[in-house]
C-alpha cells in the first residue's frame, strides 16, 4: 500500500474549517483515500473516502488533487468534539477474498480550541 | 441498524491465564477484521475473516493468538497464557458482504494483564 505523510498535530478554532492535509505520492491507480479518525481511546470512526473526484458528506469533505498525490480532509465547522487523531489511509480496492487490512500511521492529532 | 459490538469492553486477566475477546459485526457484514492497540502506539492489523474462513492472518503474532468467525455466533478472538505485553486496546471492525469494503469499528476491548 502507498504510504501516507501527515503533519503530526493541528490546532483550530472552534467554528471555523479545519484543513487536515495528506501526501501520497506514491499513491496508485487503483487505491482510495480513506479517512478515519479516534476520539480519545474510542474504536475509529470512519469519515469518509475517495478515489479521484472530490467527495462530500455530512461530516466532511475530501478535496483530492488531480494528480491524486495528496488530499485534504475539510471539516467545515470544527467543534470542541472534533478533537481527535486523523488518519488518512490508502487502501487498494481489491477482488472480493483479497487481503484489504487498513494500515494505520500516526495520523494527526486535532485540537480544536475554544 | 446497531453497529460493531464487542465484549467484553474492558478484561483483567493474569499472566498465563487465557482471554476471549468477542465481536458482533453489523448487520448484512461477513468480513471481520482484529486490530491491535499497544499503549501510545498505533493501530496494527491482526487477522481477517469472512464466515468460517481465515483469509489473512499476516499481523498474527506465531503463538497463543488465534480467530475464529463461525457460521453462527460472533467471532472470537483467543488469547492463551497471556503476558503483561498483550495488554493493549483490541478493536474489531466489519464490512458489508457486497458492494463497498468501508470497515466500521466497535468500540474495543481493553485487555489488561496483571
Known amino acids: 500500500d502507498a504510504k501516507t505523510t501527515q503533519p503530526p498535530s493541528m490546532d483550530c478554532a472552534e467554528g471555523r474549517a479545519a484543513n487536515l492535509p495528506c501526501n501520497h505520492s506514491?499513491?496508485?491507480?487503483?487505491?482510495?483515500v480513506y479517512w478515519y479518525r479516534q476520539i480519545h481511546s474510542q474504536g475509529p470512526q470512519y469519515i469518509i473516502h475517495g478515489l479521484k473526484n472530490n467527495e462530500t458528506n455530512e461530516m466532511a469533505s475530501l478535496i483530492i488533487t488531480e494528480d491524486r498525490k495528496s488530499s485534504t480532509l475539510i471539516l467545515p465547522h470544527a467543534t470542541l468534539r472534533d478533537t481527535a487523531v486523523y488518519y488518512c489511509?490508502?487502501?487498494?480496492?481489491?477482488?472480493?477474498?483479497?487481503?484489504?487490512?487498513?494500515?494505520f500511521g500516526s495520523g494527526t492529532q486535532l485540537t480544536v480550541l475554544p | 441498524n446497531a453497529g460493531v459490538m464487542q465484549n467484553p469492553r474492558h478484561l483483567v486477566r493474569r499472566r498465563g491465564q487465557e482471554a476471549r475477546l468477542r465481536c458482533s459485526p453489523m448487520?448484512?457484514?461477513?468480513?471481520v477484521y482484529w486490530y491491535r492497540q499497544l499503549p501510545e502506539e498505533g493501530l496494527k492489523f491482526m487477522v481477517y475473516?469472512?464466515?468460517?474462513?481465515?483469509?489473512?492472518e499476516s499481523g498474527m503474532p506465531k503463538e497463543r493468538f488465534s480467530a475464529e468467525f463461525p457460521k453462527e455466533g460472533p467471532s472470537i478472538l483467543r488469547i492463551q497464557q497471556v503476558v503483561r505485553g498483550d495488554s493493549a486496546a483490541y478493536f474489531c471492525?466489519?464490512?458489508?458482504?457486497?458492494?463497498?469494503?468501508?470497515?466500521?469499528f466497535g468500540p474495543g476491548t481493553r485487555l489488561t494483564v496483571l
Open positions: 448487520k448484512g457484514h461477513s468480513h
Open positions: 471492525a466489519s464490512s458489508p458482504t457486497q458492494g463497498t469494503d468501508t470497515q466500521y
Open positions: 475473516l469472512q464466515k468460517e474462513n481465515i483469509i489473512d
Open positions: 489511509i490508502v487502501r487498494p480496492r481489491g477482488p472480493s477474498g483479497s487481503a484489504r487490512q487498513l494500515t
Open positions: 506514491t499513491i496508485s491507480g487503483n487505491e482510495y
